[in-house]
Nanobody, 126 residues
């Protein structure tokens, strides 16, 4: 089982940027599809982006296309999510996830992953 730890959240002004990190132990993250999600209390978890194993093909949810970017850092066994042009409605707990039991060559932004981090809070406010 992978252990995932998110970091990089915080308070940022509207229009600002953050880079979230998802660090893994217990396995080599490059061998897994990895997804980023967010959740606001009382709402369903929203899939934001994912990056595919082997090919690094990235997929994005419609609400974040063009303003969030997912990437891998294999040297550090990590996946990042760059958040740009942040808006108050981006305020949420952000989670990374990995280990989807599928033979698909493409990742998914649906919450089908087995291993999840504990989340990092992003608050966008002036």
């Amino acid at each position: 089982q992978l252990q995932l730890v998110e970091s990089g959240g915080g308070l940022v002004q509207p229009g600002g940027s953050l880079r979230l990190s998802c660090a893994a132990s217990g396995g080599t993250l490059s061998q897994f599809h990895v997804g980023w999600f967010r959740q606001v209390p009382g709402k369903e978890r929203e899939g934001l982006a994912c990056i595919s194993r082997r090919t690094n093909v990235a997929l994005y949810g419609d609400s974040v296309k063009g303003h969030f970017t997912i990437s891998r850092d294999n040297n550090n066994n990590a996946v990042y999510l760059q958040l740009n042009s942040l808006k108050p409605e981006d305020t949420a707990a952000y989670y990374c996830a990995a280990n989807w039991n599928s033979r698909s060559p493409l990742c998914t932004v649906l919450p089908h992953y087995r291993d999840w981090g504990q989340g990092t809070q992003v608050t966008v406010s002036s």
